[in-house]
Structures are given as structure tokens and as C-alpha cells.
Nanobody
Framework: QVQLVESGGGLVQAGGSLRLSCAAS????????MAWFRQRPGKQREFVAF???????NYADAVKGRFTISRDNAKNTVYLQMNSLKPEDTAVYYC????????????WGQGTQVTVSS
């Protein structure tokens, strides 16, 4: 069983930065991926970034060059460093995890609110 808890959200002005954290209890055996998703007001949940257990990363075009995903295996934690924030980044951000071999993210955190003012 894997449990994920996000933290680090808050209110920030456009152009500012935030770092989100996702602490995992338990682990997934073998190769795996952890990811960030977000749900903006009035829109469906969307992919933001992922990182594999071999530190391969990928980003949505909307955040590429501004956001950085990383993981600390010793702390069993994944981070999302968000720079140059825009009002359209306002969303609830969710952490997720899955075995690399599957397509479905089976484990989700409760979400953390990020609000970017203009």
C-alpha cells in the first residue's frame, strides 16, 4: 500500500516561485514513476510532469522550462519546483504514483492548492 501526501501550496504573485513536496509512505516494487497532475478551475485534471525511478523526466508543454520535477529516494519524496508562475497555473496540484509497466496511476495524494495572482 502506498500513501502520498502533498504540501507546499499557497498564494503567490505572478512571476514568483513555489516548491511542492510529495511524501510517500510505502513503496512500489521495481521500476516506477511518480508524477504531478493539476486541475485548473473549470477544466479537467491534466498531466504536469513525471519522473521515473531512473530519473527520466517529462513535462507538459505548458510548464516546460519553468517547472522542474525531482526525487529524493532517501526521503521517499518527490518535488515540483515551480518558477515564473502565471495566473493560469492556478490549480489544485496532485501527486501520483504507478509501476512503470502500467498505464494507470493507482496512487494519489489529496492535493494542494496553488493560487497565482495577477
Amino acid at each position: 500500500q502506498v500513501q502520498l501526501v502533498e504540501s507546499g501550496g499557497g498564494l503567490v504573485q505572478a512571476g514568483g516561485s513555489l516548491r511542492l513536496s510529495c511524501a510517500a509512505s510505502g513503496s512500489i516494487d521495481g521500476p516506477n514513476a511518480m508524477a504531478w497532475f493539476r486541475q485548473r478551475p473549470g477544466k479537467q485534471r491534466e498531466f504536469v510532469a513525471f519522473i521515473t525511478s531512473r530519473d527520466i523526466t517529462n513535462y507538459a508543454d505548458a510548464v516546460k522550462g519553468r517547472f522542474t520535477i525531482s526525487r529524493d529516494n532517501a526521503k521517499n519524496t518527490v518535488y515540483l519546483q515551480m518558477n515564473s508562475l502565471k495566473p493560469e497555473d492556478t490549480a489544485v496540484y496532485y501527486c501520483a504514483a504507478k509501476p512503470l509497466r502500467t498505464m494507470k496511476y493507482d496512487y494519489w495524494g489529496q492535493g494542494t492548492q496553488v493560487t497565482v495572482s495577477s
